[in-house]
């Protein structure tokens, strides 16, 4: 995957050669105040393979600390990838310079297009049976 970074940006790699999410870091780090979100420029711009589709996701130690992170980058896009950081937590959070803040998540896309119908095929036991229908 081509990357292009901005001055002082990090490039995105994985912690472990296992991961399925390269790491952002942001160049430039700040507060996430509590109940409320912030967005951090990460300085990293991808070419993504035909096909795919990028997925912001959070790290699993920032969720620990009630701090998520989603986003869709699709493959037209060149731009600088941008995360938006929400805080749900009751404590402020600070993000310092160099800090993993997302992960990217590169997946294939299926591009159907959506038709009306009047009813959908039957699917099974659970049909429409919504949250909490499969127990605890």
Do not use: W
């Amino acid at each position: 995957m081509k990357v292009v970074l901005e001055e002082g940006a990090f490039l995105p790699k994985r912690a472990h050669p296992e991961d399925a999410g390269l790491d952002l870091r942001t160049p430039k780090g700040g507060c996430v105040r509590a109940g409320q979100s912030a967005t951090f420029h990460t300085g990293v711009h991808v070419a993504l393979p035909e096909g795919t589709v990028g997925l912001l996701l959070p790290k699993s130690g920032l969720m620990l600390r009630d701090l998520l992170t989603f986003g869709v980058v699709d493959e037209c896009y060149t731009g600088e990838m941008l995360v938006h950081m929400f805080n749900l937590g009751s404590t402020d959070y600070n993000v310092k310079d160099g800090d993993k803040v997302s992960q990217l998540v590169v997946v294939p896309v299926i591009r159907e297009e959506a038709e009306k119908v009047d009813a959908l095929p039957e699917t099974g036991s659970r049909g429409n049976a919504g949250f909490g229908s499969s127990g605890r």
